[in-house]
């Protein structure tokens, strides 16, 4: 068993075509490992046996038929804020714990066509909101690495499980970070890809103009992998690209010379411990030394990006949750005597303390006589932050940087002060508000032996040359190591 599970979704692709091992086999195999590993990681909200062991069936009667595709039969876990028709989607909240929706998301679609094999729903901080996965209605998920620490949020879930080999690959949803710092936290790969590259057709919105879909992997080979099966154009998201689908596996060899790798000195000032400065400021050097050349750049809207992100982010969510109100949506509290202690006892009840809080915010920034002074003001700064990546990458073909400024830090250590917490997104936000795709891939280790993550970002639509770097990289250290 322990040998499957420590294999690539590239190397099953392989494998499965090869009839080394049937899909069922390979299912089994995660089933057992989730079942021996949940009572300490608790990475799923919910898991379904008999459903994954029919998907593997038909997946190894595609394959015998000579129809498989490369992510046949491989097993997977998706975050709990994806819609999956007639399975629960909870959002890890208790506004949503008895809804099941009617559909499948685009991107669920896309892996059904595939053929792949769903494991079950993944914990998360509640509707996307929180950096930790404590957030969480459904309880909380820890560090495969070290159950006393956190695997990072909101896609904690997400990258829990695949570093502890309770799934080959999930996916996550990042509006803030919130694939990348769970990746680097837990020591596995995550891609947050350009804003509108994946399509958002039936994921539960925290922030519209900022969430993305995005894949949690081992390495970086099967991050492009998975990809390449989720990328493309749907009518359904008017957001949405419209681009052909990309083989991201393409190229993916070609190394980094000649490349330019951006290093901005915003990135490596106050408030980053030495432990990640010299991991990836080693990493930089890894990369200089097989030809890439290093590049300082300068970006100083980057100190006001974290403030913008939160207002921006908050005004969103107040708007997109509103309709969670107990008449036409979610959780309705059983005692109310009107209609406004239905909406206020619903609410109140329904939401956890991280969502209310920022609903408050966005309500607050976007009330009359604050919406210019706040919410303008932050998507004033928005552009300044995207025209700073313009201006960098005029020098640059891509920006290394941290992902978070600490290693993964103890259950409970910043849930009484959020503002901390929060300061701990300062290097992935601005991806988010300028739209780009980031590359979040372990580089090294820091305090207590936990993983530390380097961050690529590229400009819009590059991810095929931010995993080229990757791949680079990762074949020059050896592959990331995962907990198991």
């Known amino acids: 068993m322990k040998e499957l599970i420590n ?71 998706i975050k709990d804020n994806m819609c999956t028709k007639g399975i629960a989607t909870t959002c890890a909240s208790k506004m949503l714990a008895d809804y099941v929706p009617p559909y499948d998301a685009h991107v669920i679609q896309r892996l059904q066509d595939a053929g792949y094999v769903l494991l079950g729903k993944l914990n998360m901080d509640e509707f996307a909101m929180g950096s930790s996965t404590e957030n969480s209605a459904m309880g909380i998920t820890k560090n495969p690495c070290d159950t006393t620490r956190v695997p990072g949020g909101s896609s904690g879930g997400s990258a829990a499980a695949v570093a502890a080999g309770e799934a080959a690959y999930t996916l996550g949803s990042d509006t803030g970070g919130s694939i990348r710092q769970p990746a680097a936290f837990c020591g596995v790969v995550g891609m947050k890809p350009t804003y509108g590259r994946v399509s958002r057709y039936g994921l539960v919105a925290f922030a519209s103009s900022l969430d993305q879909i995005g894949p949690v992997t081992r390495d970086v080979r099967d991050n492009a992998l998975v990809l390449s099966a989720i990328a493309g154009y749907d009518k359904r998201d008017a957001t949405c690209a419209d681009r052909s689908t990309e083989d991201y596996l393409a190229g993916l060899q070609d190394g980094v010379a000649g490349l330019r790798i951006g290093l901005p000195e915003e990135f490596f000032g106050d408030g980053i411990s030495a432990d990640v400065k010299q991991a990836v400021l080693a990493a930089a050097d890894t990369l200089e030394g097989m030809g890439a050349a290093l590049v300082q750049v300068k970006m100083p809207s980057l100190d006001h990006a974290l403030a913008a992100y939160y207002v921006i982010s908050s005004a969103e969510a107040s708007s997109n949750l509103a309709r969670f109100d107990g008449v036409r949506y979610g959780y309705r509290a059983a005692d109310f005597s009107d209609m406004d202690t239905l909406y206020q006892n619903s609410r109140s009840e329904g939401f956890g303390a ?35 990546f313009d201006a960098a990458f005029e020098k640059c073909d891509c920006i290394l940087s941290p992902v978070a400024p600490t290693v993964a830090y103890k259950i409970g250590e910043k849930t009484s002060d959020p503002l901390e917490m929060y300061l701990g997104d300062a290097y992935s936000v601005p991806v988010n508000i300028a739209g780009l795709p980031a590359l979040s891939m372990p580089c090294g280790t820091g305090e207590g032996g936990m993983p530390v993550g380097m961050q690529l970002i590229g400009p819009a639509f590059s991810e095929a040359m931010l995993y080229r770097v990757g791949y680079a990289f990762e074949m020059g250290k050896g592959e990331g190591k995962v907990c198991r």
């Open 354 to 388: 991280e969502v209310k809080r920022r609903i408050m915010l966005g309500t607050f920034a976007l009330s009359s006589g604050y919406y210019d002074a706040y919410y303008k003001k932050a998507l004033q700064v928005r552009s300044l932050v995207r025209a700073d």
């Open 7 to 77: 294999k690539s979704v590239y190397a099953h692709a392989q494998s499965l075509e090869k009839k080394e091992y049937s899909a069922v086999e390979l299912t089994k195999a995660y089933l057992d490992t989730i079942s021996q590993r949940e009572q300490d990681v608790h990475a799923y909200i919910s898991t379904n046996a008999d459903y994954a062991l029919e998907q593997a069936k038909a997946a190894d009667k595609r394959i015998a038929a000579g129809e498989g595709a490369a992510l046949t039969g491989i097993p997977a876990g």
